[in-house]
Nanobody
């Protein structure tokens, strides 16, 4: 049974930083592209970042490029999202997601979802 469990969300002031973690189990972790998708209040789900199974390829949404960094640890079966220079527009529920063969920039390709962790950025 695949489980993706996010942690690290919370309240942070604009300009601050936050680090999200996702612990994965029930899958051969290194084979999966992992990533983050967020949903802000009243908005559709939005791809944030992804990282390939071997960690060599990363993709970022234009809105977070240069501010967020995705990484993974294939020993710990975990993926991380370091968020810097946070903006109020980053307020959203952040979901950990995985795909074996797909592209997480397309949410239809997501094989597994976490339950999400809320990030609230205040001004």
């Amino acid at each position: 049974q695949v489980q993706l469990v996010e942690s690290g969300g919370g309240l942070v002031q604009a300009g601050g930083s936050l680090r999200l973690s996702c612990a994965a189990s029930g899958l051969t972790f290194s084979l999966y592209t992992m990533g983050w998708v967020r949903q802000a209040p009243g908005k559709e789900r939005e791809f944030v970042a992804s990282i390939s199974g071997n960690g060599l390829s990363t993709y970022y949404a234009d809105s977070v490029k240069g501010r967020f960094t995705i990484s993974r640890n294939n020993v710990n079966n975990a993926v991380y999202l370091e968020m810097n220079s946070l903006e109020t527009g980053d307020t959203a529920v952040y979901y950990c997601a995985s795909t074996l063969l797909g592209d997480l920039r397309f949410t239809r390709d997501v094989n597994n979802w976490g339950k999400g962790t809320l990030v609230t950025v205040s001004s």
